[in-house]
């Protein structure tokens, strides 16, 4: 039997941000600048600058949830309009954990579902592989989408909505 996959976020025009954040690398000085707006069409797009001035070199957005349980979900479905760059997805077990789960992605310019598989996430803090076991897939408390190409560049990613599976 196949499952439904579950609505983790759906971007619309109602949709509250409240729960998103930007975080870019002026908390380390610094000075990337990310966005996150919402479209007339109802498309989350999180935009901005990576600048490598001051050691700097990324931006992102997070979006932190009440713990959420998970039930035998195996990935996270992401509908996007990329800008041709490479992105990673990042989920944290637990609030408070220092380092992240990260996923890398490429985008294509076009609409596409992206599946980020659980058991290919690696631990990761500060940009560093952490030795820990990958991603155990039973509770994740925020998400997150970060670009840290180690360049100058504009980056532009709509997202639409957001399923586990």
């Known amino acids: 039997m196949l499952s439904t996959p579950t609505l983790l976020f759906d971007f619309d025009t109602n949709c509250e941000l409240l729960r998103w954040a930007v975080v870019d690398d002026v908390v380390m000085g610094g000075r990337s600048y990310g966005h996150l707006d919402v479209t007339e069409e109802g498309h989350g797009v999180f935009y901005g600058d990576v600048s490598l001035d001051n050691n700097g070199g990324f931006s ?31 989920l944290k077990e637990n609030r408070f954990d220092r380092h992240s789960y990260v996923y890398y992605f490429e985008t294509t310019g076009d609409w596409q579902t992206i599946e980020i598989p659980f058991d290919a996430m690696y631990p990761s803090f500060r940009g560093q592989k952490l030795d820990m076991p990958n991603y155990s897939a039973e509770k994740m408390s925020e998400i997150c989408f970060l670009i840290a190409n180690y360049k100058k560049e504009e980056f532009r990613l709509v997202i639409d909505e957001i399923f586990l599976d």
């Open 60 to 90: 992102s957005v997070r979006y932190k949830m009440n713990p959420l349980e998970l039930d035998g979900q195996k990935m996270v479905l992401v509908r996007l309009k990329g800008d041709g760059k490479r992105y990673q997805f990042r």
